[in-house]
Structures are given as structure tokens and as C-alpha cells.
């Protein structure tokens, strides 16, 4: 050993033992440094990566898709409702003030490396992220093959070989808080309508141990995730796998969570056992009028409360519908309010909205009905211009289904205008909100009808409206991102979003209601929870830090008066997991206080209730070494 070499391992290790005696926070924010994956030059669509134009002979459908894990990550981390950051850097330089605050504090408590390589990263200095980890003592998540920098696989301890194919299991293989009571074996998900060979085509990597790596979970031979401790508190976690499947894993997307956890040394998250949200479209639309194979009456207050109302009672559910409160009124070609109509159609049906809204009404202020946005009209906008809408024979223009599609133009094969979209997606929240008195957070293009263009984006417009989640399963909506094309549903990560029998529409209640009842029997342990809960959770604005002098774990939870206006009146409920290593430091929990008052916590259970109430709340753990 070079005496120039052992006195850097001096320097370094004073270093490391002064970072020791000097970090006294761990913040609950988590920093997601990327390549080139979010190809939104503006940085606020994150969409499912497009074929790639490459051709493979493995599966039904051969096209080869591009790299969905900066996709699925955002899509977790807001389901789970951690907080984070994102740095690109294809448009940015890395830089230490990217993790630290003017004072040279560390602004988060984990950093999730998912740097691809491309030829548009903007040349990192990845020695920052060492410093960061070593002498600030942030902890590090390094993802798949995303680890080809040398100063990331120094942090790991481990050499990067490469990655070829294989089908061999993963099975857990040491002790560890990252792998307690995972199943000995990690199974790809099942999934409806995914290829049946899905899995056995997956990159695995390969990597060599240098000294300091753990390995917990293997693939034949090959570590497949790895665990490192620093004296600065820094601690780094390695999860390999095929960066396109790895999270198509129950087992792995629970073990990132428990790394964000080990990382930081807590963690306040929410997951989704057994939770469905259920969905009816269509009430209030102006199609069932005029639309010769969608055509039937309005559903009226009776039906409306023996058939819907009742049975949710009795099965403390919620149905979540799309209202449409605008009706297009062909003899005058003008927009209406929908629920002041009164009237038999042209095929001789009875239109009585007015009872129709008695039902709803009542069903709302039961609280088992949730108020959804679907348009305004659910008519194109122009219904002038050639063809011709206004005025046509019922058998002839009336008839073709793409005039009942209100944000992408599907009878002329065009987009709607932005402006136009947004003046109807504002104009129908302010009158949903008249009608009902509730304002709604979901919208929900009719017959998915939508424009797809960045500029006229209608998932994209549906934030610039002030929606917190768009259509049925496009995803969040918000003011720092959209993010379209959910994933996970019926999985702890997400709620599963399912139909209401028979077919998802008030027209499948006129024609057999009976078969709304069956969705009970059909998910007997579910919880039919309001869009609106999740849509909460998901905007929830969380934050903490640990105080390591003071022995104490501060978080605040902070609900946004707009998009978490559920919580206005109703209890919330979070996950609080302790690392291990952190309660052996610090002791077990002595006490929990939320909002200065005593709660009840159970650190084997997690579980942490927080009153009613928009705004901030206040958690406090105190620890007490035994």
C-alpha cells in the first residue's frame, strides 16, 4: 500500500467520522436522478415509452417498447405518496447544491439513481453523488443496469459485468429488513392481457462483489440486490433485474419501498390492500336522447335508490360517476342545463332528468355517490360544420357515434382546439359544482374521446383545469406533473379501478339492474372507496425529518385545501415504518403525538390515523432507549 493511498484513507475516514458527528437530520424528501427517459422537453407529461421501431420474435406482439421505469418509479412513489424530486440529466448539470440547501444541509434523505446511458446527458460528475453519500450521509438506490459509472459502483461496491438473458428465479437469501417477509421466491405479476411469456425474455445483470457489499437476493449465481453501510449514515441498496420488469414484481416494488425506508431510516407511506374504486359513466348526457343504438330513459329517483342507493348502503361502498351537466338541445342548437329536462324523445321515451337528479341528490348526501366530471356536453363542440349535426335525420348523422365525443373530433378524425377543451372542462366543473354543490377532481373524456397532441393534450388541459386525476385510469393530474397510463391496479401499490355492473353506464342499469349487486359478490373483501380518498393521498404534501440530538422524528403532513378536500371531513390513515438500524440507535417509540395530542401507534402495525381537517398536521415520535 502507497503511503500517498494510505493517507487518503486518513483523510477519508476524518471525513467520514466528522460527517458522523454532524449529521443530525435525515429528511423525508426523495431526490429521482434520471437520463434521458422523460422525453417531455418541458418536464411535466410522464407517458409509457412508444415502440422503440424495433422488431422482436418473442411475443404475440412483436414491437419492442422503450424504457418504462422512469414511468412506473413516478407512478409508486405518488401512490405511495413519498415526496420527491426529479433531476434529468439530459437537461441538467449535476451539482451538490442539486442535494443541498444554502447551508450545505442535506435536502433529502435518498437519492433513487436511474441515470440510463444516452448521448444526450450532459457529461455528470457523478464524484458529487459519492461526496453526497459518504460525507453527508445520504442514503442511495441504485436501479438495474442504470449503475455503468464508475463512482456509483464504487458507493455499491460492486464491478458491473453486464446483462444477458435468463429465467432462473429470484429468491431472497439473507436476513435482512429489506427482505423480511418476502416470499422465498419473487414471482413476475399476473396480469390480464399480458404476454404469457412475459418474464422468461428478461435482461439480468451481472455484477461482481468488491468489499462492503451485502447480497440479499440472487438469480442462480448473480447477486441481484445488494446492501452497503457507510460510517456517515449514508447507506446504499442495489435492485437488479431487467429495468423494463422490474417492477412487474410484487416482491421488488415492496422491497424499493423498504429500501426508501432503510435509506432514510423511516418512512410515511400509503398502500392499497383491497381497495377498488368503481365507476359509472354517463348520467346527464344528451346521447342517450338522440343516439339510436345508445338510446333509453334517464334513470328516475325511484330506480335510482333501488337499485344503486340501497344496495351501496347496505355494502358501505361508493360509486363514483361521470356527470354530464351540460345537454345539447337540437331545436334551439343550444347547450342547456341537463337536469332541468323534462320531455319524451323521439322514440317515445320518458327524459325525466328531474327525478333522475332527486336520486342522485340523495345519494350524494349519503355519501355514496361521488361527483365526477365528464364534459361538459359530451357532444362535439362544432355540430354545424359539415356533416352537420343540428338538424339531421335521427337514422342518418344523428346516428353515427362520433358526434358523442367531445374532446378529440372522431367523426372528422381531428383534434379539438385547446382553448376550446379547456373553456369545456372549466365551464363543466363550475356547473357540476352548482348542480350538486360538491366540485369535482376527476375528469373523464366521454367515449375516450380525447386529443393527444402535446399542444392539445386533453389529460394535459385536465390539470390546467384544476383536476387531480384524469379519465378512468390515464392517472394523476396536477400542478407539477401529469402522469398518463396508471399502473398496478389491484395491487397494495394502487387501487383497483373496476366497473360498475353490468356495463359501466346508467344504460346498463335501465336495461338489468339487477346485475349492479353483483360486483359484491365479486370482490366480497373489497373496500369501494371515493376517487376523491385516492386522489387526496396522491396530492398529499408530505415532509420530516430526524432529529438524532433531540431523539426525535418530526413529519408533517400537509392536505391541500383543493385537491385534498376529502380529508376536509374524513379521518386519513398513513404507514409509519421505523428501520431497524434507526431503532436500535435511537430506541423504540416512547410516544407518538399528531397535532400535540397522544395517538396510538403500534410499530409492528405501522398504522397511523390522523384526524379530519385540510391543512397541515403535526406527527412527533419521541424515542426512549431501553
Known sequence: MSRIFRLYLVVLTCLLLVATETQAAKPFRVLVVIGDQWKDPASFMVQRAAPTGEYSGYFKYPEVYGENDFHQLMILLKSWGIPFDVVRLDQQFLQASMFTDMYGDPMYGTIIWDVNQGEQLLDPDCSIVRRMVLEQGIGIIALADRISQPEIQDILGLKYVGAWESNKELRPVS?????????????ADVREGVDEFYGVHLKRQKVELEEGAEVLVTQGDWPQVTARSFPSGGRAVWIGNDPNGLFEYQDLRTLLRRAITWTIGYNLYKTWENDLIMIMDDPGGAQNTYLEHWQYPTLTEEQITRHLIEPLQKHQAVLNINFVPGFVNDENESIEAAWTQDFTD???AKQDFKSGKRGYDKGIKLGVFEVMCHGLTHMQPDLHSEPGWYGAPYDQEKAEVGWYREFGDTR????????????????????????????????CAGGNGAST????NTFKLAAQAGFGWCGWTEGYCGTDMVIIDWDFMGTSDSPDIVAAPPDAHDFGIVTDPGKFVTIFDQYPHGRFISINEYIAYLHARNSGSWDKEGKKLRLRVDYDPHYCRYFGKKTSNWNLELADWLVEEMGEPAGVLVNGKSMKYNRSAGALSLPAGAGEHEIEVKFEKR
Do not use: C, D
Open 346 to 348: 323521439h322514440f317515445g
Open 412 to 443: 372528422r378524425n381531428q383534434e379539438i382546439p385547446a382553448a376550446e377543451q379547456l373553456w369545456r372542462m372549466k365551464t363543466a366543473k363550475k356547473w357540476l359544482t352548482e348542480q350538486f354543490g360538491v366540485v369535482p377532481l376527476e375528469f
Open 453 to 456: 397532441s402535446y399542444h392539445n
Open 175 to 187: 436476513r435482512h429488513f429489506l427482505t423480511e417477509g418476502l416470499a422465498s421466491s419473487f414471482q
